[in-house]
Every structure is written in C-alpha cells, then in structure tokens.
C-alpha cells in the first residue's frame, strides 16, 4: 500500500538558533521544517543531504531554539525535537490521517542508529 522512501532532513544550528525552511511546493508546502528531499538511487545520504541543505530552495529563516514555530511545523516535530536539540540519536514511527493528526506513535531513544523501533 505504502512505499517506502529515503528521504533527508538536516537542521543547521548556530549556537542558541536553529535555521528552518519555508517549503514553498511539495509535500509539507507552507510548513517550516529542516532541509531535505529524496535520495536519488545514484547518491549517498550525505550526498543528498548536503545538496539539499546548500541548494536553499525553501525560504531560510534563523529562530531561537526557545522558539521554533511549531504551530507551523509537521505535528511530529515537536515531538522529537528537544531529542533533537540535545543531540540524542532516536528512532520514531508516527501515523498520520491526513498532514496534521497523528493517530498513533512511537519515539524512541537509541545508542545506535542501527537497531530497530
Ligand atoms: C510527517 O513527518 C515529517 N516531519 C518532518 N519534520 N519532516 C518530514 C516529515 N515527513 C517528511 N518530511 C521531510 C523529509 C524531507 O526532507 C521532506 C520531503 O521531501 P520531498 O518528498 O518533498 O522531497 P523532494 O525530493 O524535494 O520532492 P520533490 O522534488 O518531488 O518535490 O519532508
């Protein structure tokens, strides 16, 4: 029913501030959220992150750690972003219907980034 994607998602930090991107097409289109797309088959996924993040499509902005706009985010990040900010490694699965509720979710702190949810 369901294919699964690779996809990227990288989140710059300057010190107390993260830099977000205003998603301009796509999915997630009016949504502030880190910088990433698709793995191509003919890149690693540190090729496609650095692309996506130095292409700056999306509309950069800096915000204070203490105040990212998660109103504007993915229902999900708000979530996992202090994991995030802390710099833990983490594992999550979150169902949506449609792009803002989540029906069900796990989220997980790991040691590695190779063991399973
Ligand atoms: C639903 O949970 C998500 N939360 C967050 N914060 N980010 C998410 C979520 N689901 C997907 N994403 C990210 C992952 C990618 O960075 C983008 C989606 O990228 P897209 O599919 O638009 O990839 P592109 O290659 O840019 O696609 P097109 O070129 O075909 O527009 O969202």
Redesign the pocket.
């Known amino acids: 029913m369901f294919e699964k994607q690779l996809?990227?998602?990288v989140f710059v930090r300057k010190q107390a501030e993260v830099l977000l991107g205003l998603k301009k097409?796509?999915?997630?289109k009016g949504k502030w959220?880190?910088?990433?797309?698709?793995v191509e088959p003919s890149e690693t996924i540190e090729q496609a992150a650095k692309r996506?993040t130095l292409n700056l499509k999306m509309k950069p902005q800096w915000y204070p750690i203490t105040s990212v706009p998660f109103d504007k985010?993915?229902a999900?990040?708000k979530l996992w972003f202090p994991l995030l900010l802390e710099s833990k490694k983490f594992h999550g699965y979150?169902k949506?219907q449609g792009h803002e509720t989540i029906l069900d979710y796990q989220l997980k702190e790991v040691s590695s980034l190779e063991s399973n949810l």
């Open positions: 996809l990227t998602l097409r796509g999915f997630g959220n880190g910088f990433g797309g698709k996506y985010m993915w999900d990040d979150f949506f």
